[in-house]
């Protein structure tokens, strides 16, 4: 009875570490291709400021936020409070109400922009 316990528990840890394991892995896949969209985002960015066109970098960066802020609110929903996140939600949320249209009537153009830049950086995301 004792040894069956005892396999019983080891059977359980074996599975606890494997599945730490895996899921420690899959978190930094995760991590690396964020951080490689930051990378290339980032350096697009600069190359489009850098070559004088603000409109279209001012455009990418306001797609951007609209995104961030639609993705935390969904997740998270609206921050409450008074803390300097939620004054910080707050006046992006302001943002992106007013550039919204705009952004919806460029949506296929940042998208086709988009699956280029991941693309050409082999950046993948997971579907959910």
Do not use: C
Request: net charge positive; no cysteine; proline share 2%.
């Amino acid at each position: 009875m004792k040894t069956k316990l005892i396999l019983i528990l080891a059977a359980v840890v074996v599975v606890a570490i494997i599945g730490y394991v895996a899921g420690y892995q899959r978190g930094r896949k995760r991590q690396e291709s964020e951080m490689k969209f930051r990378v290339s985002f980032g350096l697009h960015l600069y190359q489009t400021l850098e070559a004088g066109d603000t409109n279209r970098a001012l455009g990418d960066v306001r797609f951007v936020l609209w995104s961030d802020t639609l993705g935390f609110e969904r997740a998270f929903g609206a921050p409450t409070g008074t803390s300097s996140f939620a004054r910080r939600f707050t006046e992006a949320k302001t943002i992106t109400a007013r550039v919204e249209p705009e952004l919806r009537k460029n949506a296929p153009i940042f998208e086709r922009d988009f699956k280029a830049l991941l693309a050409t950086n082999n950046i993948t995301f997971e579907k959910k």
